[in-house]
């Protein structure tokens, strides 16, 4: 990525002695031993960026769909935080990094772009210097290079982070994505076997998610209180910190797993026009042509005109099969 309007080019790191061995042992125990686990991946790319500079909020997200971002992975001051699905808007870091398809730097705005979106870790301290990097996979046919997450750390001191970290964190997180990729890739050819392949999830809503999320955050919560009670003897103590981490990656997995979950029926609803989406929407509840037309100030003819325009970008044969996928989208 580009460091201070530089262009990118094919040339060796720039980055100091120590911060390449750094990143030369992150490369062969990335390849050796984090290829399976997303939690480990992340949680060791974390750990490594901490040993080049200060890192008191580090977080990985998601594009999925059309405006959402999914964190399965963050932490804040040492301390993981509760991974979380949000819809993004025009002006934050997201939208700034679909537009710029660069790494973010708090010094090009002096932190505006954080501060128009939702803010990560402690949200009673202010970031006073942070770096969010994006991460592209290859676009499909050929065509340019898809964004589809980013990763980010923030420094609750100014001036945290020069070139040289700035350039170790984006290649950090350029093997982040080439893992990932990859794996992405080994589904995708799994998909294309004959019989006996394995079928891709089916999952329409967030709820089944955000719930245990939750529930694992209780349990989590309360083994962290267990910890810190006077006369809790060693072996029960390293069963409540293995219990602990256990839930931490849990939770980190159970977001991921929304990733894979089914998003055409919000696709779909995305083709419509506004107008369109305005009869969709009626048509979840089940009315007549005579009510969605008074409902929409419209004539009947229009009405019919909409849903056969609807059924035809739906490639479904009836109302109610538009109305059933209608409702899956609103149950994300």
Avoid: C
């Amino acid at each position: 990525m580009p460091v201070d309007g530089e262009e990118r080019s094919p040339g060796v790191l720039r980055v100091d002695a120590e911060t390449a061995i750094i990143l030369r042992e992150a490369y062969h125990k990335i390849e050796s031993l984090y290829r399976a686990s997303h939690y480990g991946l992340f949680d060791y790319v974390r750990a490594v960026a901490g040993k080049i500079t200060t890192v008191d909020t580090f977080y990985v997200g998601f594009l999925h769909g059309s405006n959402r971002v999914r964190y399965p992975y963050g932490y804040d001051s040492g301390q993981y935080d509760d991974p979380a699905s949000h819809i993004y808007g025009p002006n934050g870091q997201t939208a700034w990094l679909l537009r710029q398809r660069q790494t973010y730097r708090f010094a090009y705005d002096n932190g505006a772009v954080l501060q128009s979106g939702v803010p990560a870790g402690d949200v009673s301290k202010r970031s006073e210097d942070a770096v969010t990097v994006p991460m592209f996979r290859p676009g499909r046919d050929g065509g340019p290079d898809e964004l589809f997450g980013m990763m980010s750390m923030h420094s609750y001191r100014p001036n945290s982070y020069d070139d040289n970290a700035v350039r170790a964190f984006e290649w950090l997180a350029g093997m982040t994505a080439r893992v990932l990729t990859r794996e992405a890739e080994d589904r995708e050819a799994l998909r294309l076997l004959p019989a006996g392949a394995e079928s891709p999830n089916v999952l329409t809503s967030d709820s089944v998610m955000e719930y245990l999320s939750n529930r694992i955050a209780i349990l989590r919560a309360l083994a962290h209180e267990a910890m810190a009670t006077t006369g809790v003897a060693d072996p029960a103590r390293d069963s409540l910190g293995k219990l602990i981490k256990e839930a931490e990656q849990t939770q980190s997995e159970l977001i991921e797993m929304m990733l894979d979950a089914d998003d055409g029926p919000e696709q779909r609803f995305a083709l419509l026009t506004p107008t369109q989406q305005s009869v969709a929407l009626l048509l979840a509840e089940d009315p007549g042509n005579t009510r969605i037309a008074t409902e929409l100030g419209i004539s009947v003819n229009t009405v019919k005109s909409h849903l056969r325009t609807i059924l035809t970008k739906y490639e479904l044969a009836s109302r109610a099969e538009v109305a059933a996928d209608v409702r899956r989208y609103l149950a994300r």
